[in-house]
């Protein structure tokens, strides 16, 4: 295959990160078998499907990939946690060249349309239509570090603790990695005793809006820079609105949009 061939979808750098993370093909006993196609095809077919937004029967076929072995690589590899290790390997760069700032993170959620499926629920701003919500914690520049996803009608409030954790468990300074956060930024849903006395007990500065005190119409230089994290998420089109009716898969495709977002940041900062 010629090198620079999917440089029209895949950002430059981002198939050398990810081609060590891939798992092992499967080797027949029996031996013979079809020729399958290369990791790298699969690969830049599923970010066109991300990027696009298109269904996975409509793929073009300049990939030379059917829709079924696509589909099924995908479903392999998000198994195998490809892309959450795809999006910790960009991550680590960026903290490597010193561009991943967590001495302020930001909290915050999105409403996304579903239609059916698990993690759905009748969403409180769309007149009670299924949906469900986005969860995102970014660092002081709106990079994404940890996603989610969950029901509409679940609270805000209850994603706080396990996007910390996450953040806490795959960032630890214990491992040389990067340093410990200092403040995390997040509007008035998160506003509650529980949670503040949380965050102190893990050394981490509250800045969360109170209730009553702070109008909701301003949300601060520091919270702000969500709002742009999820729009970046949103120019993916197979996220809005949801179309996997497994929650996991919608995940994978989040996670790797999370990825994409974080190397083109990376690669404007290092040009």
């Known amino acids: 295959m010629d090198g620079g ?7 430059a750098g981002l198939w050398e990160i990810a081609r060590p993370l891939l798992p092992v093909p499967r080797v027949r006993p029996q031996g013979g078998g079809i020729v399958g196609v290369a990791d790298e095809a699969v690969f830049a077919a599923i970010v066109y499907v991300l990027v696009s937004g298109c269904s996975w029967r409509a793929l073009p076929p300049c990939f030379g990939a059917s829709k079924s072995t696509v589909h099924r690589r995908f479903l392999i590899w998000s198994c195998a946690g490809v892309w959450e290790r795809l999006h910790q390997a960009v991550l680590d760069r960026l903290a490597g060249d010193g561009l991943l700032d ?25 007149r009670g239509k299924p949906g469900s919500r986005l969860h995102g914690l970014s660092d002081a520049a709106g990079l994404p570090l940890v996603v989610g ?3 509409a009608n679940v609270h805000d409030s209850r994603w706080l603790k396990p996007m910390v954790l996450a953040l806490q468990l795959r960032h630890s300074p214990v491992q040389g990695r ?19 006395r949380c965050l102190r007990g893990k050394r981490i500065g509250v800045r969360i809006a109170r209730k009553g005190v702070e ?18 998420l949103f120019g993916y089109r197979r996220l809005s609105p949801r179309y996997e009716r497994h929650p996991y898969a919608y995940l994978a ?8 977002t974080c190397h083109k940041r990376h690669l404007k900062l290092t040009m």
Not at 102 to 126: C, M, N, Q, W
Request: aromatic share 8%; hydrophobic share 40%.
């Open 5 to 11: 061939q999917w440089d029209w979808i895949v950002p």
């Open 102 to 126: 967590v001495s302020r993170v930001v909290l915050d959620s999105a409403h996304v349309r579903a239609r059916k499926g698990e993690h759905t629920g009748p969403s409180p701003v769309d």
């Open 149 to 151: 996803l969950s029901a």
């Open 178 to 196: 990067y340093p410990k956060i200092g403040k995390l930024h997040a509007d008035k849903a998160y506003d509650h005793p529980e949670l503040r």
């Open 215 to 232: 109008s909701s119409q301003r949300l601060g230089r520091h919270r702000r820079v969500i709002e742009r994290t999820i729009s970046w």
């Open 253 to 260: 495709f989040l996670t790797l949009a999370a990825a994409m």
